[in-house]
């Protein structure tokens, strides 16, 4: 089956090569038509709210952040009460308890619920792999490029406050999964619109929600979730090794080609061999990557201090707000959906393979991702940032300009640095195609069925896809499927909200679980 999949993708790829090669002009017809078509959704997704006379904030981030304040009050911060239990869990201290059959429980919850796939360490990965990417390298760049060091501020509080977002949905998740007789898990925000909301009395409604995600997913997962990915890692590659004097100079496709069949060479064995890939290459990406930061912070050790005090004082003043909610949460966060995707709902798609009986076990190992991807791999980028003088306050980057800046930053300690990071963003990329094209997977199932030959359909597209956004410059395409992204959080919260007692009904029993076992 890999073979048959690796030729057919390499000739449907060597044409749209060969296609682009004969047409130069055909990336700018269309994005043009492209952006006539959507212009109106990308629009209508990100239309702000006016602060002052030149300030706004797009709804969308509104809602998300206002949700995240909500879900923080009322589970009485879990993100930082249960971060403990998070931890022990994730180490599997709590193993024996996960195998429990929960003594009250549901007859629909116990139906569905058993073995799973992944543990919670590999659910974790699978998940941190598409979180963690090109927001934690060029979107924080670009988010202090406008709002200067005080952006950082307000990036780790959004952070903070969103563990507790990622708690309820993947907990969620987990809940109301199914499980096929092969053993196979379908989760995800599809599945508790469609059952949680059908419990309170309102099928037509989760129905109606569930398909609408479903939707945007799967277009989110072919555009933000793979084209921007891999074009990001193309561009970094293309400029470490040397720009127009770079052997793979304008030959995206190639590189593309060589991501597709990589990325097809993984997802083909379902979310069991993407989770034994994320298990390794998140913790070895975000080590390589921290290690590089680290080295730079010990160069400049003494210049620390000075970085933390601008942060802090940065926060109040009126570039450090505008940085923190209109740098970060727009242009960092847009270009990496929303960086943690806490309350997208695509996170709790690979939580829900979990093995275990209790939900509540899984939405407190999810609260770690924002702590992860945010709190700590983000600030320190922000601080080499800082530290090393790269940026110029004021000044409007691209996302390539950003990942540029990110690399001229680890130069400025040692001169191959930025190869290190040419290897970190092209396995950040990576991930979180794998780990997208998973969510897409999940979501195209959903809407056209749960067999192999459908779900090889889905796969293929993916990786062509892959070639396509490596070898092309289709902005409209990608803001569009960035407004997708984003647009899946709409009927998301609307679950989150409605069913935010339940999952409270989970995190008791989980507790009282924990209790009894000591």
Known sequence: ???????????????????????????????????????????????????????????????????????????????????????????????????????????????????????????????????????????????????????????????????????????????????????????????????????????????????????????????????????????????????????????GWLFGLVMAILVGVVIIGGIKKIAKVTDKIVPLMVGVYILAILVILGINFSEIPNALAAIWNGAFSPIGVAGGFVGVLIQGFKRAAFSNEAGIGSSSIAHSAVKTNYAASEGLVALLEPFIDTVVVCTMTALVLIITGQLTVGTAISDEQGAILTAKALESGVSWFPYVLAVAVILFAFSSMISWSYYGYQAWSYLFGRDKRTGNVYKIIFCMFTVIGAAATLGAVVNFSDALVFAMMVPNMIGLFLLAPKVKEELKRYKQAIINDK
Request: glycine share 12%; with cysteine.
């Open 1 to 251: 089956m890999k073979t048959k999949f690796t030729l057919l993708l390499f000739f449907a790829t060597t044409l749209i090569a060969n296609a682009q090669e004969q047409t130069k002009g055909l990336d700018n017809q269309i994005n043009e038509l492209f952006s006539a078509a959507t212009g109106w959704f990308v629009s209508a997704i990100f239309a702000g709210i006016p602060i002052t006379d030149t300030l706004s904030v797009p709804w969308v981030l509104v809602v998300l952040i206002l949700g995240a304040l909500y879900f923080s009050v009322y589970f009485k911060f879990i993100n930082f009460t249960g971060f403990k239990t998070a931890i022990n869990v994730v180490r599997g201290k709590y193993d024996d308890v996960d195998k429990q059959k929960p003594q009250e429980d549901i007859l629909e919850t116990i139906k569905v619920e058993g073995e799973g796939e992944v543990s919670h360490f590999q659910a974790l990965t699978a998940a941190l792999s598409a979180t963690i990417g090109l927001g934690n390298i060029a979107g924080v760049a670009i988010a202090l490029s406008i709002g200067g060091a005080g952006a950082t501020f307000w990036m780790i509080l959004v952070g903070l406050l969103g563990m507790a977002t990622k708690f309820v949905e993947c907990t969620l998740g987990v809940k109301y999964r199914e499980i096929a007789e092969d053993g196979t898990v379908f989760g995800g925000p599809m599945y508790y619109l469609k059952k949680g909301i059908g419990e309170l009395g309102f099928a037509k409604l989760g129905k109606v929600l569930s398909v609408i995600f479903a939707i945007m997913c799967v277009g989110g997962s072919l555009g933000g979730g793979n084209m921007f990915q891999v074009n990001q890692a193309f561009k970094l590659f293309e400029y470490v090794t040397g720009g127009e004097q770079s052997f793979i100079y304008g030959k």
